[in-house]
């Protein structure tokens, strides 16, 4: 297992974070990983071309909850191929 600590300081140091115009309170969290989520991880990284792992699960983050606020007001989630087949993408089973 891969060890992820995610600094939520987008990589500034404690100092440069602090000096920063607006503060907000910053925690550190710490993740367990399997190498193959550590992969995904990466190649999320490298496609979004985030600047840090940080930023690709604090995105995650602001998506899993516009998906499930959506789910919860009785929305369904749709794909459409290109051949203009449209199916219920199921997200939560």
């Known amino acids: ?11 500034r140091s404690t100092t440069q974070a ?3 115009k607006t503060r907000v309170a910053k925690m550190r969290v710490q993740f367990d990983l399997t190498p193959r989520s550590m ?3 990466n190649a999320l990284k490298l496609k979004t071309e985030a600047s840090s792992y940080a930023e690709v699960v604090k995105n995650a983050l602001r998506l899993y909850e516009a998906l499930i606020e959506e789910a919860e007001g009785g929305k369904e989630f749709l794909v459409k191929d ?3 087949t449209v199916t219920p993408l199921r997200l939560f089973l």
């Open 1 to 11: 297992m891969s060890t992820l600590t995610l600094d939520t300081t987008n990589g």
């Open 39 to 41: 992969d995904r991880l």
């Open 82 to 84: 290109q051949a203009g």
């Open 18 to 20: 602090s000096d920063a």
